[in-house]
């Protein structure tokens, strides 16, 4: 799929890939970006979180070249895939089927699968543990089954959240922001906000790792997401009272 100002339009992996090679670059100590170049579809990059007991990529893109494949195989392969929300589903049986992992996707955005596979695993809930202490967080937002991924090693030693855009980092990294639906510019009511904010309680984390490069909080993250919902919050209150 690429992004158009007349909407969405389609391709195919082989037309992808003639025109289009992949961009891999360390966002941090254990964790590779990978993107595509030129720009394709939102421009979105995955994140492969390397980890003791295994691999975690986080997120997905379309393209899978040859240097992605090698560069992944020398940093040990990936043991699973997990997906923040459908619009990044993109070729992740194919990556799956390549690499011999396993997909878990939040069951509430079940509908959007539109390719079965027998490595695909719904799980239900508010959270799913995976190994090393990677654990999956579903707070909707963005989608209903809308999820983060918390990394307690982080890429630093401390910990980080990788966000996608289900908290999107604004130019201002000291902030992030919610939406509904980014294309339309929808925002997300109160309600949504607070199940955020309740979801990620428990959890803490220094940096955000968000989905395009250089999206990142790189320091007092947690923070950062509290005086952003506040600010949010307080605008969208302002807006419905016609201030």
């Known amino acids: 799929m690429g992004g158009r100002w007349n909407g969405q339009q389609w391709t195919t992996l082989k037309e992808l890939a003639l025109h289009h090679r992949n961009r891999l670059e360390e966002e941090a100590a254990q964790l590779l970006g990978i993107g595509t170049e030129p720009e394709f579809a939102i421009a979105q990059r995955a994140l492969l979180v390397q980890s003791p007991a295994g691999n975690l990529l986080w997120d997905c893109i379309s393209s899978l070249d040859d240097k992605t494949i090698a560069q992944i195989k020398l940093r040990g392969g990936i043991r699973a895939i997990a997906i923040s929300h459908p619009h990044f589903y993109s070729s992740m049986v194919e990556w799956a089927e390549h690499f011999d992992a396993e997909i878990y996707l939040h069951a509430a955005d079940r509908q959007w699968v539109m390719r079965e596979s027998s490595r695909i695993h719904f799980w239900k809930g508010a959270t799913l543990p995976l190994w090393d202490g990677l654990t999956l967080i579903n707070c909707g937002g963005h989608f209903e089954g809308g999820t983060l991924l918390h990394w307690p090693a982080g890429g630093n030693g401390k910990a980080a959240l990788l966000t996608s855009d289900i908290l999107t980092v604004v130019q201002d990294r ?30 803490s984390f220094d940096r955000i790792y968000g989905g395009w490069w250089k999206a990142n909080v790189p320091a007092d993250a947690k923070a950062a997401v509290a005086r952003s919902a506040e600010r949010y919050l307080r605008a969208i209150n302002r807006s419905a009272r016609g201030d």
């Open 174 to 203: 000291r902030y992030v922001s919610f939406m509904r639906s980014y294309p339309n510019l929808i925002p997300l009511g109160p309600a949504a906000i607070d199940c955020i904010l309740k979801a990620l309680e428990p959890f």
